[in-house]
């Protein structure tokens, strides 16, 4: 089954603002978050088509997925313990610690 992305039409959750779902083709779109219940709407994601991997498998895999969200703004949609999950241009403390990925 692929992998869809949904994004909180406003505020995020314990899911974060964008969380991914495996759904079959035929499931319907969801139109609220089955975390929280606010309304979600369905992004269109290429690779979740072809490539079926969840954030937290990427993360499992040792990815790390920045997605932007405003000008110099990134989500890490991956975050690792002690990682922020917003990463900011000019801020140095907010980028992902690859010390975290590397554990031997
Ligand atoms: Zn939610």
Redesign the pocket.
Known sequence: MPVYEYE?VS??????SV?EIRQAISEPALK???????P?KRLISLVGVSVPKTNSELRDMGFTKLVRRDDGIYENVTPRKGDSRYMERGKPGTIPNIANTITD
């Open positions: 909180h505020g995020v959750c314990e899911n974060g969380f609220t978050c089955p975390h929280c219940g606010q979600v």
